[in-house]
């Protein structure tokens, strides 16, 4: 897996927008223009943020089960 780095998503403090709810967004079209790796990349760096997860130390965890024949 991939490890993200946050460098690569940096947010802009110095912009602000304010605008109202019934606005429309050019959020579609900004997505639209982007790569699709360029998205994939933004939906697991969003992933990783959400679940708190670092793909280099997580692991899978086993799952013993006890079975009588």
């Known amino acids: 897996m991939m490890k ?3 460098k690569i998503f940096k947010l802009d403090k110095s912009f602000v927008s304010v ?5 429309e967004s ?3 079209s900004y997505w639209l223009s982007k790569t699709p790796e360029e ?3 933004a939906l697991e760096y969003l992933r990783q ?3 708190n997860y ?3 130390t997580e692991r ?4 013993f089960a006890i ?3």
Do not use: G, H
Request: charge should be negative.
């Open 4 to 6: 993200m780095d946050e």
């Open 19 to 23: 605008a109202s709810l019934d606005d």
């Open 26 to 28: 050019d959020e579609k």
């Open 39 to 41: 998205r994939l990349m």
């Open 49 to 51: 943020v959400a679940y």
């Open 54 to 56: 670092e793909p280099d």
């Open 60 to 63: 899978l965890q086993r799952v």
């Open 67 to 69: 079975i009588e024949f």
